[in-house]
């Protein structure tokens, strides 16, 4: 990947095809998930559906689905989904003309049970359950409404419980392979936000910038373009998901972007708040106060910490600096961070009366946001991994308003 000179203006002072000339496809990509990998994890979630009493697993299309199978599919009103028992390789239920298209995505083994469109494939699932006496059925918590009613019809009075035990249990400690493939893809869009805050000029709209982070987060080599993008200049940062319609920068504003991207289904998620111009005393008190939060969130980190604990240490430093208290704006109007892996927000939450003790392998975002109503906001947004004894950054946070990046 070209480097761009170490002395280069971090904000403003290069043209879109300067920033197309440092696009690349990234070098030393993490390997993806090995089969070794999806066979422990089906271990592990059968392990925890014998603790939970558990007879079977339905995990439906999406992100839990890919993490278990390596199947990438995206939820539709057609039923593809993995039954898993606690003996004998996992089934896949799929419409039967999809069956070509999926079998180029199976990562292990699975018995297909195939199905036309005029059968209710909820009534394989009867079948397999009945055959096997497997008691109680786990669901995916993010299956839709019309599956769990369509399972309740026909399985004859077994229980359907939230799957939820087992899917964050898997889910919420990450192991090397999947930190590698957080690592690029946090290193990938921070790269790209670099490059974005290079464009800055007078009167450059949100869309112009929101394009080319798209362009280039594919040109990186990401699954596909952005996963999302929020740009928002002077007023519109007040809102931390941004107000509809183009917005053109001015000078002495604010500029937030939030963005990220996936890298074998792997998501990052970072956002950087910076002035184009000159900050009010005002803006450099908030910002200071945000990066502040941001730190004490990530220095109350360790093993054993409850996930409340650290919402707390960053709304502390918000109060001492005169925010707040809780949700009251100006000050921090959601929680300071959330879980981040194979979905953008995944378990586990930094919020106000989460018990769930952090341990070694949990990701989160860190994003303590300051909104001073219809004024403006600040968010810096990094993630980290819970280590033995702390925690690790993904990306270097912002040394200053004017200086966005390490």
Not at 394 to 403: G, K, Q
Request: proline residues 6%; hydrophobic residues 40%; aromatic residues 6%.
């Amino acid at each position: 990947m070209t480097q761009e000179p170490a002395n280069q203006a971090q904000i403003g002072g290069r043209n879109l095809e300067d920033s197309q000339a440092l696009l690349e496809p990234w070098p030393q990509r993490a390997a993806p998930i090995q089969p070794a990998e999806y066979a422990q994890r089906l271990a592990h979630a059968r392990a925890l559906m014998r603790r939970h009493g558990d007879g079977a697993l339905l995990i439906t299309a999406g992100s839990s689905l890919r993490y278990f199978t390596g199947i990438g599919w995206a939820a539709t009103e057609r039923l593809v989904a993995m039954l898993l028992t606690l003996h004998g390789d996992p089934i896949l239920l799929a419409p039967a003309f999809e069956e070509g298209s999926l079998s180029h995505e199976l990562k292990i083994p699975m018995r297909a049970r195939l199905w036309q469109e005029h059968e209710d494939p909820q009534q394989i699932v009867a079948e397999v359950l009945a055959a096997q006496d497997a008691g109680q059925l786990a669901l995916d918590p993010a299956a839709a409404f019309v599956v769990h009613e369509r399972l309740r019809a026909v399985i004859g009075g077994r229980r359907i419980v939230d799957a939820s035990p087992i899917v964050d249990g898997c889910r919420v400690c990450k192991s090397p392979a999947e930190l590698a493939l957080m690592k690029q893809a946090t290193a990938m869009t921070l790269h790209v936000q670099r490059l974005a805050a290079g464009l800055m000029r007078l009167g450059i709209g949100t869309g112009e910038i929101k394009r080319f982070i798209d362009q280039a987060h594919r040109a990186l080599g990401a699954d596909g373009g952005s996963t999302f993008c929020i740009v928002q200049f002077g007023q519109a940062t007040a809102y931390p998901h941004g107000i509809p319609g183009e917005q053109f920068l001015r000078r002495n504003e604010l500029v937030l972007i939030d963005t990220g991207c996936s890298v074998e289904g792997y998501q990052s998620d970072i956002t950087r708040t910076y002035i184009f111009g000159t900050p009010t005393a005002e803006q450099e008190r908030i910002w200071s106060l945000e990066r502040a939060a941001q730190q004490a969130a990530f220095d109350a980190v360790r093993p054993g910490v409850r996930c409340d604990a650290v919402d707390a240490a960053a709304r502390r430093v918000l109060e001492a600096g005169g925010l707040g208290p809780d949700y009251r704006l100006p000050s921090l109007p959601h929680r300071t961070g959330h879980g981040c892996g194979m979905s953008i927000h995944e378990a586990p939450y930094l919020v106000r009366g989460n018990a769930t003790e952090l341990a070694p392998g949990m990701c989160c975002s860190n994003e303590p946001m300051i909104v001073l109503p219809d004024r403006f906001g600040i968010r810096l947004e990094d993630h980290f991994h819970v280590t033995e004894t702390g925690a690790a950054w993904f990306t270097l946070p912002s040394p200053a308003i004017d200086r966005p990046f390490a």
